[in-house]
């Protein structure tokens, strides 16, 4: 079973409107933590937020928050007033700790946002 | 702050041969891990390195090797290169064994294999 799901192929949105991404997760885990990152088509990995499996608020960073349901293990990723720049492949990514690598990541497959002006 | 560098930014080897991938990290980490991404298999954990030790592999053949050095810079080799191994490699580095610190990547080496 796939551990971190993003099923929307590519996303659309109209420059200065709100969007979400979605991401689903699967651990068995207590203590866990999500991230979000964002891919340009230059390559670079930009990390945008964190949500940890204990904190009680909803994690916010500017322009992005995280709608985390952990009974539902959903972490997605809300960014609000879309900007042409956010056109991007976004990742959802999970650390167990379980694992006991604190670098190691699983990643979705990814979405691709396109922001129309 | 300087970011993660990475070196070279692109590649080309033929099959067989063997490449080494350099990466810098962020001043003052000394956590770096690697990360294969291919369009078909996605992001792929390859190792994590912490204070010179391998602290943990990724499911990858043992032609994929890593090091770090005492400066915290780390080195990542593929020997006996396949058509297969064209993908782009991520360096990540963070501060250390700290569980909610975020990774910050570098811009990655495009490797292509012909």
């Known amino acids: 079973a796939q551990k971190i799901t993003q099923t929307q192929p590519g996303m659309f949105v109209q420059e200065k409107e709100a969007v979400t991404l979605d991401c689903t997760y699967d651990t068995s885990d207590q203590s866990y933590g999500l991230f979000w990152y964002k891919q340009p088509s230059s390559g670079e990995m930009i990390f945008l937020i964190y949500?940890?499996?204990?904190?009680?608020q909803n994690a916010t960073e500017g322009r992005y928050s995280l709608n985390f349901q952990k009974a539902r293990k959903s972490a997605n990723l809300v960014i609000s007033a879309s900007q042409l720049g956010d056109s991007a492949m976004y990742f959802c990514?999970?650390?167990?700790?379980?694992?006991?690598?604190?670098?190691?990541?699983?990643f979705g497959k990814g979405i691709t946002l396109s922001v129309r002006p | 702050k300087a970011g993660v560098t990475q070196t070279p930014r692109y590649l080309i080897k033929t099959r067989g041969q063997q490449v080494t991938l350099s990466c810098s990290p962020i001043?003052?980490?000394?956590?770096v891990s690697w990360y294969q991404q291919t369009p078909g298999q996605g992001l792929q954990f390859l190792f994590e390195y912490f204070s010179e030790t391998q602290r943990n592999k990724g499911n990858f053949p043992g032609r994929f090797s890593g090091r770090q050095f005492s400066n915290s810079r780390s080195e990542m080799n593929v020997s006996t290169l396949e058509l297969g191994d064209s993908a782009l490699y991520l360096c990540?580095?963070?501060?250390?064994?700290?569980?909610?610190?975020?990774?910050?990547f570098g811009n990655g080496t495009r490797l292509t294999v012909t």
């Open positions: 990514a999970m650390r167990e700790a379980r694992t006991g690598a604190n670098s190691k990541l699983t």
């Open positions: 949500q940890g499996s204990y904190d009680e």
């Open positions: 001043s003052g980490h000394r956590s």
């Open positions: 990540a580095s963070s501060p250390g064994l700290i569980r909610d610190s975020p990774l910050h």
